[in-house]
């Protein structure tokens, strides 16, 4: 008796990159998985904390976590962490909490707040280094009026690097 085996044609071998990746294509991803694990979708609303809530409230509060309900990306658990004696006032203001992080984001992500005491990890200040001067008064108006602090700090720090260069950049 033969047995009659069937033969697959061979897959196809997936096409590679073949080049090399700069290190900031692949932190987003190793980074974002992080977060997802710990229940953020987006790492901003860790990072960008004080920029939503104000520096007030950033001082005695932080994310802990956001929670969806299965299947869904709106109507989410916002979990923060307070300091004890702040919590109580944190309750009060819950709504314009929820109301500013759905702003941030731009859609209806917060329906609740949840509050726990505990520690709150003291905040460092992100501020441009020392060594940057200010963009020349001769680069106008159009970076003074960006809202973003840290983008209008790089965007500063670009303009006064090519106002300092002289000449063709030389590659030695």
Do not use: C
Not at 17 to 37: D, M, Q, W
């Amino acid at each position: 008796m033969e047995a009659s085996v069937s033969k697959r044609p061979p897959q196809p071998e997936p096409q590679r990159a073949n080049r090399s990746r700069a290190v900031s294509e692949l932190l987003p991803a190793i980074g974002g998985a992080a977060f997802r694990k710990f229940g953020f979708v987006q790492s901003a609303i860790v990072s960008r904390w004080p920029d939503i809530v104000g520096e007030r409230w950033a001082g005695v509060s932080q994310p802990e976590s956001l929670r969806f309900p299965p299947g869904e990306k709106r109507d989410g658990t916002l979990s923060l962490v307070v300091k004890g004696a702040h919590a109580p006032m944190m309750q009060h203001i819950t709504p314009e909490i929820a109301e500013r992080v759905n702003r941030f984001f731009g859609y209806a992500a917060v329906a609740r707040v949840q509050i726990r005491q505990g520690d709150v990890a003291p905040r460092i200040a992100r501020r441009a280094p020392p060594s940057l001067k200010p963009a020349p008064a001769e680069m106008g108006l159009g970076i003074k009026t960006i809202a973003d602090p840290e983008l209008r700090a790089v965007l500063e720090s670009l303009a006064a690097g090519v106002a300092a260069s002289t000449g063709i950049p030389r590659i030695s």
